[in-house]
């Protein structure tokens, strides 16, 4: 039998070699100890990930003991933050929610995502962004697959399509304000820059890097216990 409840220690291949074990014997009435496998397709919408405590108490049945302590339920008396919940869920003195092997990844997306639809939101109410839809709503997926093939090649001209060149730059306003994308390490690296040019180059620049052995987050992080 194959047994993975949280879909982390069988591979790929070994289910696939169970499934089709278990195709090859299916023609057989008399094979007793044949376990039943049970496929469990993807509904044909997305699931709603706001204010649905279900979502994460059913991708981690093994976390959330008996379906509770999901973040964002509405019957809770006190509205605790998902950004706040997910931060105490992290703090479990267990460390189950710190060492399964996705739970930190998926709900690092979450927040990833919530931050670029609420700053989308906030510039899709501003005068320039507004001024700018008309152009955008010209472009077609010919004229993406162009600029794409030419930034393949590296013959891409931001002038030549001003309507590509304005939606670029409001993806790039948004994605500097979301934590851990590529366009925030550039305002990052872009802030840096204009310190550089206001306050002139740092006489000193130090970069502290402690080895592993003692550093305090990596010794955490390969579970020796920390008075922290």
């Known amino acids: 039998a194959v047994l993975d409840v949280n879909g982390s220690s069988i591979s790929s291949e070994e289910i696939n070699n169970c499934l089709l074990n278990k195709i090859k014997n299916g023609g057989t009435n008399d094979e007793m100890d044949v376990e039943n496998i049970y496929l469990i397709p993807h509904s044909s919408k997305p699931v709603n990930e706001y204010f649905n405590p279900k979502l994460l108490a059913g991708l981690y049945p093994t976390l959330f003991c008996y379906g509770l302590g999901a973040p964002e339920d509405r019957t809770r008396s006190l509205i605790i933050n998902l950004r706040e919940h997910i931060r105490y869920l992290l703090s479990y003195n267990d460390r189950r929610f710190e060492t399964n092997h996705s739970f930190i990844f998926v709900v690092f997306n979450l927040l990833q995502r919530r931050d670029a639809c609420f700053h989308a939101?906030?510039?899709?109410?501003?005068?320039?962004?507004?001024?700018?839809?008309?152009?955008?709503?010209?472009?077609?997926?010919?004229?993406?697959?162009?600029?794409?093939?030419?930034?393949?090649?590296?013959t891409?001209?931001?002038?030549?399509?001003?309507?590509?060149?304005?939606?670029?730059?409001?993806?790039?306003?948004?994605?500097?304000?979301?934590?851990?994308?590529?366009?925030?390490?550039?305002?990052?690296r872009t802030h840096l820059h204009a310190m550089i040019f206001n306050q002139s180059l740092p006489n000193i620049f130090l970069t502290l890097n402690p080895a592993d052995i003692h550093s305090p987050v990596a010794l955490y992080f390969a579970g020796v216990k920390l008075d922290l």
């Open 156 to 188: 891409y001209n931001k002038g030549s399509n001003k309507a590509l060149g304005k939606l670029v730059n409001h993806i790039k306003t948004i994605g500097g304000r979301v934590m851990g994308s590529a366009y925030s390490r550039t305002s990052l």
């Open 121 to 154: 939101q906030l510039i899709a109410t501003k005068p320039y962004f507004r001024s700018s839809v008309q152009e955008i709503h010209s472009l077609n997926t010919s004229d993406i697959e162009t600029a794409l093939k030419n930034i393949s090649t590296g």
